[in-house]
């Protein structure tokens, strides 16, 4: 089964405006973390936002935040007056495990364009 | 910059032939992984490691092996490559900060071509 579920495999946004990038994800576990990654036609892995399972607080960096809904199991990102730059892949991500069993598990990512 | 450096960066081999990728770390970070990325499947764990000659599987070891003797590098042989093994792979990093929810850090890939 899918532990980290991204329904969107591409979306388009107007430079300036918020995009909403949707992450589920499945686990027993109370214990646990969920990351976004932007990859860039570069390739490269950049790590952009992080929240953990007991956080009381939506996490924010910048111009990304993390819109956690616990019950839902859904940790969404929401990039805001989006730019040309943003345009990339997009992974959620999931830790499993603690220590030396600590994995991160991703989803399939989300292909953002954005348009001037 | 985590001091990840991947080696080859680029590489095309034959079906069949043994492949073997480096991951060179310049930190000493105990946590180690090794990552496919497919189109439509995301980022894949195939081996990670927390510590030299201490190495685990992920989801999608099979085809795969690993060693790490030394804390900075972290390698990952194909035995006999198949073309199914044409994918980019990243190594990861973990830091140790004592806090588990530590985000990894990625190499910046290595592309490998099964022809």
């Known amino acids: 089964a899918q532990k980290i579920t991204q329904t969107q495999p591409g979306m388009f946004v107007q430079e300036k405006e918020a995009v909403t990038l949707d992450c589920t994800y499945d686990t027993s576990d109370p214990s646990y973390g969920l990351f976004w990654y932007k990859q860039p036609s570069s390739g490269e892995m950049i790590f952009l936002i992080y929240?953990?399972?007991?956080?009381?607080q939506n996490a924010t960096e910048g111009r990304y935040s993390l819109n956690f809904q616990k019950a839902r199991k859904s940790a969404n990102l929401v990039i805001s007056a989006s730019q040309l730059g943003d345009s990339a892949m997009y992974f959620c991500a999931m830790r499993e495990g603690r220590d030396s069993s600590y994995k991160l598990i991703f989803g399939s990512g989300t292909r953002l364009l954005v348009r001037p | 910059d985590a001091g990840i450096t991947q080696s080859p960066r680029h590489k095309v081999t034959e079906t069949g032939t043994p492949v073997t990728l480096r991951c060179h770390q310049t930190?000493?970070?105990?946590?180690m992984y090794w990552y496919r990325q497919d189109p439509g499947h995301g980022l894949r764990l195939i081996h990670y490691s927390y510590g030299v000659k201490d190495t685990d599987k992920g989801e999608v070891s099979d085809g795969y092996s690993v060693s790490r003797s030394k804390t900075e590098d972290f390698l990952l042989t194909l035995e006999s490559a198949t073309s199914s093994q044409t994918s980019v792979y990243f190594c990861?990093?973990?830091?140790?900060?004592?806090?588990?929810?530590?985000?990894?850090?990625f190499g910046q890939g290595t592309r490998l071509t099964v022809v």
């Open positions: 930190e000493n970070h105990r946590y």
């Open positions: 929240q953990g399972s007991y956080d009381q």
């Open positions: 990861a990093i973990r830091p140790d900060r004592g806090v588990v929810n530590t985000e990894a850090f």
